[in-house]
């Protein structure tokens, strides 16, 4: 299955969930399933039906396809850490989502188009994968020719997301160090990591 690029908002009232990766937005004004039919009692879903929303809570606000998402998931099981936990690590680390939690782009979407066309820097090289795991230690930073850009100036300006304890910002200078690892705190949104550990144990 590739990225999700269809209507945002929709997958998110299907999902009961604000994804704020995916768009900035919210379900908050009709926080039910799109459909004719309007607001009624959600159907009871089944254990892959839980599993499988949990999953894609993931895969949606991250912007992945599923067969990133499976990678993601088989290098989490390597580790001697928590599988949830290292995957929600795995995810947060990406450059794109660095970008987008510092507030240089106000969907990850925006951000990954950002690193892209080659206008982050990351401990002085130029870096245009939105893939790239960060490090501790880390500096990203917003080359000094695109520091005006609109899209950037504005998304600072009206960012409405909280930055993550584990990244120190300087809004001004436009860029952050990586302070520590995320954890599964780090995700801005609620998801149940277990299910998403359970719908994989399967297919793995």
């Known amino acids: 299955m590739s990225r999700y690029t269809g209507p945002r908002l929709k997958k998110m009232r299907a999902l009961g969930v604000d994804l704020p990766g995916l768009s ?18 959600r159907r ?22 599923e067969r990133q998402m499976r990678r993601y998931m088989v290098e989490a099981r390597r580790s001697k850490t928590a599988s949830g936990d290292k995957l929600v690590e795995l ?9 987008f939690r510092c507030g240089f782009a106000p969907t990850i979407p925006a951000a990954r188009q950002l690193v892209a066309h080659g206008h982050l820097i990351v ?23 695109s520091k005006d850009l609109k899209a950037i100036v504005e998304s600072l300006e009206s960012q409405s997301l ?20 995320p954890t599964r705190e780090s995700v801005p949104f609620t998801v149940d990591l277990q299910q998403v550990v359970e719908y994989y144990a399967k297919r793995l």
Request: charged letters at 35%; proline letters at 7%.
């Open 24 to 41: 900035r937005k919210s379900i908050e004004r009709r926080p039910y399933p799109p459909g004719q039919h309007g607001p009624k009692v």
């Open 44 to 65: 009871k879903l089944s254990d892959f039906g839980k599993q499988l929303g949990e999953k894609q809570k993931l895969r949606l606000n991250y912007g992945l396809g």
């Open 91 to 99: 995810l947060e680390r990406r450059l794109d989502n660095v970008v």
């Open 123 to 145: 401990n002085g090289r130029r870096v245009d994968i939105p893939s790239f795991q960060v490090k501790v230690g880390d500096v990203v930073q917003v080359k000094e020719k």
């Open 162 to 181: 909280s930055r993550p304890e584990w990244l120190d910002v300087n809004k001004d200078q436009k860029n952050a160090k990586v302070r520590d690892l």
